[in-house]
């Protein structure tokens, strides 16, 4: 018990790997919770606890690039009730706004509680006394009540990176006041919107009968809870520098040529999820070529959809329903050697990536619900020359900060198409004027800004309020 910091997260910051040799290996996620974090585990001497992936049973603590690591073993039964089952196909849809329908199952529950268990003790066992323990995501929602009854002297924070849904939605779990409860046993609760932080001090005085008062929780053992807004980000000078690298302008180049040297590039990148608006963005963008708007020796959309969750049956299903639409369109719009659009089914490196965003003219990001959405934040980083546009939907979190993209409603066609044409013909002065105040945001409120500001908060805030409350009652 020697860790002042701990992390608690569903997946370990590293990604099994094949060596040149054949021998197995590790090498960092991508993502800039890892950038984040990693500076803070080290001033802090702190270990992350998380699953590896796969059904390995005989893992062992190990340290790679400086950090200490401590794999979590999950079952295929485990996979598939905690994993699959509640985290992905009970929690995740209703958080975010029920786009596809919730399924609720006793069985997937049981199982959550019993990894949610496991991860409580491991932490448990490796934090120092009065150490920090910092956990992640909507798959670890009982971890802080579970860690604190096993050690009440660790200070605790929990952080959601998707949406948390309003009451209305919220209310259709079964198992709504446990996760509620299980969030309490933090000091700090953060989301990644205001809205998110008031919805759950709302759902605690209804559900739970737990006095509050704007962003505080008091509860009846003299401890006061807060939930926050705390809107992750990026990397944003390591994308730049990677942006403008020479080989990563080489590969923007030769991008553009392989697609014809189009007058403009449009770009999607997803995860291959219900929740991203995949569909209707591209049907959008078909309907302005079939309508004489656009013109496919001018314009090209290129969408790289990530694999992911491809054992859930939803996804096996959007990407039947996908691979269908892009057929179909490319069947009737494009012509020889000139598809309307292009679509990668696969992940790529950042590298990749950052060439991808230098292409691009205009970059669409159009999500039915989405808690922050980074992919428009790095596509803003790769921008240092000021140009390109961004089509954003006002349903993700990124809306809040990058009010000077094209605003869009993703459940409305016609208007998708009307912002993507705007940002077509923007003049040059438009464009630049846009791109700027955006880049100063995103500039400003990196993710290490952002790991900082919680973290300050998390140590700083008093954790007792000396109040008279009465115990809950209500269910």
């Known amino acids: 018990m020697s860790n002042n910091l701990v992390i608690v997260a569903n997946r370990l910051p590293v990604d099994r790997v094949e060596q040149p040799d054949g021998t197995p290996g590790w090498r960092?996620?991508?993502?800039?919770?890892?950038?984040?974090?990693?500076?803070?585990?080290?001033?802090?001497?702190?270990?992350?606890?998380?699953?590896?992936?796969?059904?390995?049973?005989?893992?062992?603590?190990?340290?790679?690039?400086?950090?200490?690591?401590?794999?979590?073993?999950?079952?295929?039964?485990?996979?598939?009730?905690?994993?699959?089952?509640?985290?992905?196909?009970?929690?995740?849809?209703?958080?975010?706004?029920?786009?596809?329908?919730?399924?609720?199952?006793?069985?997937?529950?049981?199982?959550?509680?019993?990894?949610?268990?496991?991860?409580?003790?491991?932490?448990?066992?490796?934090?120092?006394e009065g150490a920090t323990v910092w956990v992640h995501d909507y798959q670890l929602q009982l971890v802080p009540r579970m860690l604190r009854e096993l050690r009440p002297d660790l200070r605790i924070g929990f952080y959601l990176h998707i949406p948390f849904p309003p009451a209305e939605l919220f209310q259709q779990l079964p198992w709504r006041r446990q996760l509620l409860e299980g969030l309490l046993g933090a000091d700090l609760v953060g989301f990644q919107l205001p809205g998110a932080a008031q919805n759950f001090v709302r759902l605690v005085r209804q559900r739970v009968g737990h006095k509050t008062h704007r962003d505080l929780v008091y509860l009846p053992?003299?401890?006061?809870?807060?939930?926050?807004?705390?809107?992750?980000?990026?990397?944003?000078?390591g994308f730049e520098e990677m942006a403008r690298s020479e080989p990563v302008a080489q590969r923007a180049t030769e991008i553009r040529e392989a697609l014809g040297n189009p007058r403009k590039v449009f770009l999607g990148i997803d995860r291959l999820d219900y929740t991203k608006g995949i569909y209707a963005r591209l049907r959008a963008f078909s309907e302005l070529i079939a309508d004489g708007h656009l013109d496919v020796e001018d314009a090209v959309f290129v969408q790289v959809a990530v694999p992911s969750r491809e054992q859930v049956e939803q996804y096996r299903l959007l990407r039947d329903d996908i691979d269908r639409l892009v057929g179909r369109i490319?069947?009737?719009?494009?012509?020889?050697?000139?598809?309307?659009?292009?679509?990668?089914?696969?992940?790529?490196?950042?590298?990749?990536?950052a060439a991808l965003y230098r292409t691009a003219d205009i970059m669409a990001v159009t999500p039915y619900r989405d808690g922050m959405n980074l992919v428009a934040k790095e596509y803003v980083a790769c921008k240092f020359d000021n140009n390109g546009a961004l089509v954003l939907s006002e349903f993700a979190g990124a809306a809040d900060e990058l009010r000077q993209a094209w605003l869009v409603n993703p459940y409305d066609i016609n208007g998708m198409k009307s912002a993507m044409l705007e940002a077509y013909h923007a003049d040059e002065r438009e464009l630049t004027r846009r791109m700027k105040a955006m880049r100063k945001t995103v500039t400003q409120h990196d993710v290490a800004a952002w790991a900082d500001s919680f973290m300050g908060?998390?140590?700083?805030?008093?954790?007792?309020?000396?109040?008279?409350?009465?115990?809950?009652?209500?269910?």
Do not use: C
């Open 28 to 128: 960092v996620s991508p993502g800039g919770l890892v950038t984040a974090i990693e500076p803070v585990m080290r001033a802090n001497d702190g270990v992350w606890i998380g699953w590896p992936g796969g059904t390995d049973q005989d893992l062992q603590p190990f340290e790679h690039d400086g950090m200490h690591l401590v794999p979590m073993t999950m079952t295929q039964a485990d996979i598939e009730g905690f994993y699959e089952g509640f985290s992905n196909a009970t929690l995740w849809p209703l958080y975010h706004d029920v786009v596809a329908k919730p399924q609720f199952h006793r069985e997937w529950w049981d199982a959550y509680v019993a990894v949610n268990h496991r991860f409580a003790e491991k932490a448990a066992e490796l934090a120092a």
């Open 221 to 237: 053992d003299g401890r006061t809870v807060r939930a926050a807004a705390f809107p992750i980000s990026i990397d944003a000078a």
């Open 330 to 353: 490319n069947g009737d719009l494009g012509r020889i050697g000139r598809p309307a659009i292009s679509y990668l089914h696969s992940s790529y490196p950042r590298e990749e990536m």
């Open 457 to 475: 908060e998390l140590s700083d805030f008093p954790s007792s309020h000396g109040k008279a409350v009465k115990p809950a009652k209500r269910s």
